[in-house]
């Protein structure tokens, strides 16, 4: 089992409110990522960071901020959310020299915006 | 153009077929190969890597040919556990991100 962790695993919010996703991971890998996916629907990365205090945006654009400030932790933040923001939001890690790295995901925070 | 093209699907195959699925992919750097299964409303986890010689693992093959710049897996004697959604997965030399494939979803039939 990957040891990596997502909380909380279902969120149900009203619009308007400032909610964070946590992530974390005991691997010790450098490069971690936010991927969002909707039912049935591909994934599209929406931030990556190469590691400590360095973050990028990914492909889908996204309302979202991220924050690498120690290694293990990788947490996602809508400051104001919206319906729009419904979805699966799914956090992975790799490691960075081969052959480990692969990426592990954590289990998904399905997010509710009503 | 994507950086990764995989077979569309849906695969609906009876039990015990052999099935294959293809994923090309753009960018001859590209350094490090993967096949992901994603169930239902669940997490991406790693099937396999691929390697240059090709590798298997029990009743799946992977395949890369880095000359056509595709990938393959074969799964053979497909059982009904084996339907899932099939990620196909590349990462860049020096980059640090990975590029998933849209999926193959395989449906095992009874």
């Known amino acids: 089992e990957a040891d990596i962790y997502q909380t909380p695993r279902y969120l149900v919010i009203g619009t308007g409110k400032k909610i964070t996703l946590e992530c974390s991971q005991t691997?010790?890998?450098?490069?971690m990522y936010w991927y969002q996916q909707d039912p049935g629907m591909e994934l599209h990365l929406i931030h990556y960071?190469?590691?400590?205090?360095?973050?990028e945006k990914g492909d889908l654009s996204s309302e979202s901020t991220v924050s690498r400030i120690r290694t293990e932790h990788f947490p996602l933040t809508l400051e104001s959310a919206r319906p729009s923001h419904t979805s699966q939001y799914l956090c992975?890690?790799?490691?960075?020299?081969?052959?480990?790295?692969?990426?592990?995901f954590g289990q998904g925070t399905r997010l509710t915006v009503v | 153009r994507k950086e990764v093209e995989q077979d569309p699907g849906p695969f609906n195959v009876p039990e015990g077929a052999t099935v294959a699925f293809n994923c090309t992919y753009s960018?001859?750097?590209?350094?490090?190969f993967f096949w992901y299964r994603q169930d239902c409303r669940k997490e991406p986890k790693l099937l396999m890597s691929?390697?240059?010689s090709g590798n298997e693992d029990g009743r799946f093959t992977a395949q890369l040919n880095r000359a056509s710049q595709y990938i393959s897996l074969l799964i053979r004697d497909s059982k009904l556990s084996d339907s899932a959604t099939y990620l196909c997965?590349?990462?860049?030399?020096?980059?640090?991100?990975?590029?998933f494939g849209t999926g193959t979803r395989l449906t095992v039939i009874p």
């Open positions: 992975a890690s790799s490691g960075h020299r081969a052959p480990n790295t692969e990426a592990f």
């Open positions: 691997m010790g890998h450098d490069k």
């Open positions: 960071s190469y590691g400590v205090n360095s973050t």
């Open positions: 960018n001859s750097a590209s350094q490090s």
């Open positions: 691929v390697y240059s």
């Open positions: 997965v590349v990462m860049k030399t020096g980059a640090n991100n990975l590029f």
